[in-house]
């Protein structure tokens, strides 16, 4: 099952390749592939045992086992969520670029179809050479996706994409190998029970911080994250934000923390420091953006410096908070690119002082609009306001200092929020223009229909998806505190 979910979208873009030649066609095959890979994945879902704690839907066969390199699959309560994430937002994008796209459409949609196969294939790979080379693969089409079809800056913006992630990925293989070296195999499950030295950790950690950080992305590896979002085309912008933001902190999660529980502890301060100056920083410089994208872009920093605090508390709070916050962000971030791509669609701008009273001829849209916002700043019954307390209560319980100065970035996001739907819905219509817009198409209030049944089901109802998580999230903090004590003996008999 894991491998049809994770190779059926690229099957799927490798027969548009072979065998089709009309762009309609191509698009229509290509919704079709992907909808069948989400439904494939909700077996995912009803399959899954939520008491268990193992990983589960496992596939394993030899590939180089001289070298302890096998193909191994699997998913557990940490990785599910994200891998229906993934394939939730694939035909929302695919739908959202049905006009948008007129040029080379059959290969944007072959694009489209390989990023996801790799994307799910990085959360679902239990050997850590097979998930490098998906983890590395993914750079390909989301590279094209930027540099092809993106803005006039489109090959700035891809190529500065590409280098930052590069640049972490190197350091993050020479990791890899030394575990692989020192433990003989490359099994992901029995890496994590490997008993490592404080001075091995310290090194490993920080290589694969070079890594995980630019993908985050964390402050100051974060200057690539505006300019591809500016450039990218709306769908590459809500894939961007919606899912691979989130590898990042699901490399953490995955494989710092129960690989490396002595060095996740010893630089806990010092993640928690360059989270806080995220979610402040980057949350004040979204308040003096003039750009729709780049304002939606940074506080997406800002967000993600909320789930690094979470992951990082090293209880249940503050993990289950930090990987629920990564999900509705997907969801919200992915709804508000959407958002500015229709009103992108009608009038080729996104400079918030060319809106201003857009709720007269697109009163659909504005409530739509004001859903999603009222999600991103944390409204009670929304989905963000459930991640957010999860991790404010976690990092309280953790240390209380860090708590109070992450919550400051609540006040903030509200400011630059509400500020942005002040100027863009409200107010008398001074463009012309502006005041003959056509409302949403029934094509458009199919994007956003799934997602605002999730920012209400989440927030209102979160206890199916915090169940799925619990049993993993129990066995990660049992890891880390077991691994840290034996770290801890280890030190002491040596001493």
């Not at 001289?66 to 940490?78: E, K, L, N, P, T």
């Not at 059959?106 to 850590?128: K, P, Q, T």
């Not at 999600?375 to 991790?391: D, K, M, R």
């Not at 029934?442 to 089901?457: G, K, N, Q, S």
Request: include cysteine.
């Amino acid at each position: 099952m894991l491998s049809l979910v994770t190779f059926l979208p690229l099957a799927g873009g490798l027969f548009i390749f072979l065998a089709i030649r009309n762009p309609a066609t191509a698009k229509r095959f290509a919704l079709g592939i992907s909808l069948l890979t989400f439904l494939l994945s909700l077996r995912l879902y009803t399959g899954f045992d939520t008491a268990s704690a193992e990983f589960q839907f496992l596939e394993e066969s030899a590939w180089l086992p001289a070298f302890g390199i096998a193909y191994r699959m699997g998913v557990d309560g940490i990785s599910l969520p994200f891998v229906l994430l993934t394939t939730l937002l694939t035909p929302i994008c695919l739908l959202g670029s049905w006009e948008s796209i007129k040029e080379r459409v059959r290969e944007y949609m072959m694009a489209f179809l390989a990023l996801e196969s790799f994307v799910v294939g990085v959360f679902c790979a239990l050997d850590f050479v097979v998930f490098y080379i998906l983890w590395e693969a993914m750079l390909i089409p989301m590279f094209l996706i930027i540099g092809v079809w993106g803005g006039p800056r489109r090959v700035y913006a891809a190529l500065k994409f590409f280098l930052y992630t590069l640049a972490g990925s190197v350091l993050m293989l020479i990791a890899i190998l030394a575990l692989g070296v020192k433990a003989g195999t490359f099994d992901i499950r029995a890496l994590m029970d490997l008993p490592l030295s404080i001075n091995f950790q310290v090194w490993v950690f920080l290589a694969f911080f070079a890594s995980f950080a630019v993908k985050v992305p964390m402050w100051p590896v974060h200057t690539w994250l505006p300019d591809a979002h500016v450039e990218a085309p709306t769908a590459g912008s809500v894939i961007l934000a919606g899912i691979l933001l989130k590898m990042g902190a699901y490399g953490f999660i995955r494989f710092s923390l129960p690989m490396l529980p002595d060095a996740s502890h010893f630089f806990t301060p010092f993640i928690f420091g360059l989270s806080l100056v995220a979610v402040v920083y980057t949350a004040l410089v979204a308040l003096m953006q003039t750009d729709l994208k780049k304002l939606v872009a940074y506080s997406s920093v800002s967000h993600m410096g909320f789930v690094t605090i979470g992951l990082f508390t090293f209880n249940q709070q503050g993990i289950e908070g930090g990987l629920l916050q990564m999900v509705n962000h997907g969801v919200v971030s992915g709804a508000l690119f959407l958002l500015v791509g229709v009103v992108y669609d009608r009038l080729h701008t996104r400079e918030i002082a060319r809106f201003g009273g857009l709720v007269h001829p697109m009163p659909v849209y504005a409530v739509i609009f004001m859903i999603f916002t009222m999600a991103s700043v944390g409204l009670p019954g929304t989905n963000g306001f459930v991640g957010e307390f999860l991790i404010l209560l976690g990092a309280f319980l953790h240390n209380k200092a860090v708590a109070a100065v992450a919550a400051t970035g609540l006040v903030l996001g509200a400011a630059y929020m509400l500020w942005m739907f002040k100027k863009v819905v409200f107010g008398e219509v001074v463009h012309a223009d502006v005041r003959g817009l056509q409302d949403l198409t029934t094509r458009e209030l199919l994007l956003f229909a799934p997602l605002l049944v999730l920012v209400f089901w989440m927030g209102l109802y979160p206890g199916p998806f915090l169940e799925v998580m619990h049993a993993s999230v129990d066995n990660l903090i049992t890891q880390t505190t077991v691994q840290k004590a034996a770290g801890a003996a280890a030190a002491m008999a040596m001493h």
